[in-house]
């Protein structure tokens, strides 16, 4: 079994800062990708942004592209998403998700619980 636990959210001002956290722990043998999303009420949820954990790179959406940062801590199995520049429409549940293989080679791709990202004045 593997479990996220999502931390960081809370609430903020237009033009601060964030930085959210994601620990994945369990049975994991390998991580193949971590990522972000977030669903604002009344939306769909939205790719915000990817690690690939074997090459480093990093992919975005178009949204946040020049303001959100992913990091990965291999070690510890955790991400960090810091996000610069927030706005209002930057509002919106945060989820993390992780795919990759637990023992014995069993894929799995779990999310986290979710974190409120407000961002109001």
């Known amino acids: 079994q593997v479990q996220l636990v999502e931390s960081g959210g809370g609430l903020v001002q237009p033009g601060g800062s964030l930085t959210l956290s994601c620990a994945a722990s369990?049975?994991?043998?390998?991580?193949?990708?971590m990522r972000w999303y977030r669903q604002a009420p009344g939306k769909g949820r939205e790719l915000v942004g990817a690690?690939?954990?074997?090459?480093?790179?990093?992919v975005y959406g178009d949204s946040v592209k020049g303001r959100f940062a992913i990091s990965r801590a291999n070690a510890e199995n955790t991400m960090a998403l810091q996000m610069n520049s927030l706005r209002p429409e930057d509002t919106a549940v945060y989820y993390c998700?992780?795919?990759?293989?637990?023992?014995?080679?069993?894929?799995?791709?779990?999310w986290g619980q979710g974190t409120q990202v407000t961002v109001s004045s």
């Open positions: 998700n992780v795919d990759g293989s637990q023992t014995r080679a069993r894929y799995f791709n779990e």
């Open positions: 690690i690939n954990t074997r090459t480093g790179s990093t």
């Open positions: 369990g049975s994991i043998e390998s991580i193949y990708a």
